[in-house]
């Protein structure tokens, strides 16, 4: 007679040598799998385009949100405050010599390091220097000094953000834009976190002229890539040498993308949509930090929760914005998107009457990042829509100017009411806002998508 724990084990045994082998041969397909996914990543080019992107997006919030709040310490009020807005004007005005950084050359360091590379490593070292020159003024002293050499940073990140895009069309194939559009903007998200809460954690045991000297030594790392990285195809030089002989540079150039942008249906219609879609979040941003501050939130809770946990709803909203795209299109992504993110701001007005209470902070700050991440996925991918091809950079460039263009102003008409009137009616503004945004959505044209 068989014993049956001897049968029972015995039939186990062929079971068990068939997971023993289909595991290892599991492992071994995802591994290069895996490897597979990543390796696009670890490109020179794609590694160079990181980071100079992470150099790019640290003057953002240094002379916006944590610039503010570093004002705040000399005593300023909300309104002055607010002006130093209007440092962001380049952003808005970079389309007017976006031509000239791609044709004109530079002096001696063309010959050095090429047109793309010269351009870049001047826009860093110019863009580094006017961060440490800002630290050796008072801004109530020399309020002139200051203002001037944070227009030397803002001028200098606004170019250095046209040239990256054009050094990613010109080292990438079109098939691998996007792995390094991925990483331009991973890198861009880490400085903006570097600039914000890592700002502020700083600023809780170092004086704001040493957060500002040594996140100012930070952009070295852009700098250095540049000086690393190979100098890309000089097609754009070609061309140059063909308009200059043909003296049509500035026909070409110039009045081209403007004038194939204007032939297309609804262009007046898009123009008006850039301009007014981002209100709600630009009117919130620069103001956002004080607002907690005011509370009685500390620098740390403000880190963690508004930066760095805002970043992680912001990225998550990214992608769910990615999805509502594919699944439901660019028309309702936009509305229900703008919407939401215009409804959550309700959250700001129901936690100033809570006051600095930390886990409805959580809950505000994860919502409006959540929908506002949705909302602006849709909307930078609809301004590639709207470009021709032929003439996507410049085109690009005069959207994302005038979508910046509220950012630049907001601020100091945010100022202007806060300090007239508090903070509950400036943030009731910040959601009404919202309205004409979604309102113009069914006005734009969805025929090219």
């Known amino acids: 007679m068989l014993n049956p724990l001897k049968g029972n084990q015995s039939s186990r045994l062929p079971s068990q040598g068939r997971e023993a082998t289909i595991l290892p041969f599991s492992a071994f397909l995802i591994i290069p799998a895996i490897r597979g996914i990543i390796s696009p990543y670890m490109d020179p080019r794609v590694l160079a385009i990181g980071c100079i992107a992470y150099a790019n997006g640290l003057p953002l919030l240094l002379t916006s949100k944590t610039l503010g709040v570093w004002l705040e310490t000399f005593g ?9 807005g209007l440092l962001h ?13 791609d044709h004109v050359p530079l002096p001696f360091l063309k010959k050095v390091l090429g047109q793309r590379r010269s351009w870049l490593c001047l826009t860093q070292v110019t863009a580094i220097a006017g961060l440490l020159a800002m630290t050796t003024f008072d801004p ?6 200051f203002v001037a050499c944070g227009f030397v940073v803002t001028i200098s990140a606004a170019s250095q953000h046209v040239l990256l895009l054009t050094y990613q069309i010109e080292t990438l194939n079109s098939r691998d834009w996007g792995i390094g559009e991925a990483m331009g903007v991973f890198s861009y998200r880490m400085a903006i ?15 704001w002229k040493e957060v500002y000297i040594l ?28 308009f200059i002989k043909r003296r049509d540079w500035i026909n070409y150039a110039l009045i081209g993308p403007f004038r194939d942008f204007i032939t297309q249906r609804g262009w007046l ?5 850039m301009l007014i879609y981002r209100f709600p979040e630009n009117l919130l ?9 005011d509370l009685g939130f500390t620098y740390i809770e403000i880190s963690s929760v508004a930066k760095v946990f805002g970043l992680g709803a912001t990225l998550l909203g990214g992608f769910m914005g990615g999805y509502w795209i594919r699944t439901y299109g660019y028309k309702e992504t936009l509305f229900w998107g703008g919407l939401a993110h215009g409804v959550s701001c309700l959250l700001f007005i129901i936690l100033k009457g809570l006051g600095a ?42 959207l994302t100017s005038l979508a910046e263009l509220s950012r630049t102003f907001a601020p100091t008409f945010a100022g202007w009411i806060i300090d007239s009137h508090g903070w509950t009616p400036y943030l009731s503004l910040v959601v009404l806002s919202a309205i004409p945004g979604v309102w113009w959505v069914k006005r734009i044209p969805f025929s090219q998508i």
Request: aromatic share 16%; glycine share 6%; hydrophobic share 55%.
């Open 76 to 84: 300023l009020n909300y309104m002055s405050i607010g002006l130093f």
């Open 89 to 101: 004007l380049p952003y808005t005005l970079k389309f007017l010599w976006a031509p000239l950084l």
């Open 140 to 145: 109530i002293l020399n309020l002139k000094a």
């Open 193 to 207: 976190l570097t600039g914000g809460a890592g700002a502020l954690y700083l600023a809780t045991f170092l004086s």
């Open 215 to 242: 996140l100012s030594f930070f952009m070295f790392i852009g700098l250095i890539a540049v000086l690393i990285m190979r100098e890309p195809d000089r097609f754009a030089c070609e061309h140059t040498r063909d």
């Open 269 to 273: 219609a898009i123009l008006i949509f």
């Open 285 to 293: 941003s620069m103001m956002q930090t004080l607002f907690l501050l």
């Open 357 to 398: 209470n930390l886990p409805f902070l959580y809950l505000t700050i994860g919502i409006e990042h959540l929908f506002s991440g949705a909302a602006l996925t849709a909307f930078f991918s609809y301004q590639l829509t709207c470009c021709s091809i032929r003439f996507a950079a410049t085109q690009l460039a005069l």
